[in-house]
């Protein structure tokens, strides 16, 4: 009769060990979020907020620039050609450099106007420029 020592054994009692692999895989998961998140936390950021003041800050001087439809230009009520419209906004960005600008157009003007608008605009020195309809 043959008999083998590799055959698996009948085990009547309970096993006593608890098996902690999984445990450790969450720990180490846990160690890496934490490692992460950590700097992040604790980082604090440095701020200027501005303090509030009891009056309302002054809104901006505006202005109306509409380019017609045979290529002349309105400032304000005022008709002007493209020499004067570049010295009007001179002047305008001279006064207030703050000052927002409403730049629009009629439906039939040529694009062209419009940009020789932007454009005088832009070299006078205004920065708050809106395009109207």
Known sequence: MAASTYAPRLRNDAMAEMNVT???DV???MLVIF????????K?????????SETPPEPPPRA??????NG???????????A????????????DPTTVLNVSA?????????????AAAQGSGLGNIAMGD
């Open 84 to 95: 004067g419209l570049q010295a009007a906004l001179d002047d305008i960005a001279r006064r």
């Open 22 to 24: 999984p445990l450790v």
């Open 106 to 118: 009629a439906a039939e003007a040529e694009y062209q106007g419009f940009a020789t608008a932007l």
């Open 64 to 69: 109306e620039l509409r380019v017609d439809s």
């Open 27 to 29: 720990m180490l998961v």
């Open 35 to 42: 490692m992460i998140a950590a700097p992040a936390i604790t």
């Open 44 to 52: 604090t950021l440095p701020m200027n907020l501005p303090i509030p």
């Open 72 to 82: 002349g230009f309105v400032l304000d009520g005022r008709v002007l050609n493209e």
